[in-house]
């Protein structure tokens, strides 16, 4: 099958799935849907797929995000913080959502990689996304249908979960970090806390069920735009801040 319009596939995992986006230009041709297993390394995941890619230019160094493929081990491959190639890849795409998401996916589950159809309930949610610049699909969590999407802004990949509830949004960014209930812990989140708090009407610092800290909102569906703006203007403040005190004790290590 020759490709000739833009292609995203999902990844199904059972009760829960992700979503990649294919360069066009990279796709030669596919043969889907198709059974892989998905196997975990370091910061990585990796898998098969019949999919035939056009050669491009080999790289040595990932970005977080990205799909490459892999020719040595003929695999796709998503890298998720710090692994590099074991040797060059070829960037063909990327992933769409939240990192952290994929963390959570254990080495030698069998999956079926499929073309993506986009769920019909959610497509007006996943083009408020698209016209404010993010890539943005529907995915499954656990059986639950919910908008994964990321937007790249100054640098910082801000990936967003997003839910439609009775007419209302709730969103969940990506997280920051592990809350641990200890003295610095409490006192970094409750200063962060009460600045986003003053600042924004919308976004808030919270925590996951798992304790990790995120920043979310809730609106209604006339307000996502105002939700977003917030949420990613609020992830770019935390995360520089959470930098610079992080650089900052460091160097004072030295």
């Known amino acids: 099958m020759r490709l000739l319009l833009h292609m995203m596939v999902e ?3 059972g009760e829960s799935s992700f979503v990649l986006s294919l360069r066009d230009e990279m796709v030669e041709s596919y043969s889907l849907p198709a059974k892989t297993t998905v196997k975990v390394w370091k910061h990585e995941l990796y898998f098969s797929a019949p999919i035939k890619f056009v050669w491009g230019e080999r ?3 990932a970005l977080p995000g990205n799909l490459y493929y892999w020719p040595i081990g003929e695999s796709l491959c998503i890298f998720l913080g710090l692994s590099e190639p074991y040797s060059p890849v070829v ?4 992933y769409v959502g939240r990192l952290h998401d994929l963390r959570s996916v254990e080495d030698g589950v069998e999956a079926e990689v499929r073309t993506y159809q986009q769920e ?3 497509a007006q949610l996943v083009n408020a996304f698209v016209e404010r610049g993010f890539s943005a699909a529907t995915a499954r ?3 639950e249908i919910f908008v994964a999407a990321h937007k790249v802004v100054r640098g910082y990949r801000i990936g967003v979960c997003a839910w439609l509830e009775q007419g209302f949004v709730y969103a969940e960014s990506e997280p920051f970090f592990r809350y641990t209930n200890d003295f610095l812990s409490t006192s970094v989140v409750q200063r962060l806390k009460a600045h986003v708090g003053k600042r924004y009407r919308l976004a808030r610092l919270d925590l996951t069920e798992d304790e990790w800290v995120f920043l979310s909102f809730t609106c209604s569906q006339q307000e996502i735009g105002e939700g977003l703006e917030e949420l990613l203007r609020a992830y770019q403040e935390i995360s520089g801040w959470l930098l610079r005190e992080r650089l900052s004790t460091l ?3 030295l």
């Open 11 to 13: 990844v199904s995992l």
């Open 120 to 122: 019909e309930e959610l």
């Open 141 to 143: 969590k656990q059986g």
């Open 59 to 61: 790289e040595t160094l």
């Open 251 to 253: 160097f004072q290590q």
């Open 91 to 94: 960037c063909v795409g990327e």
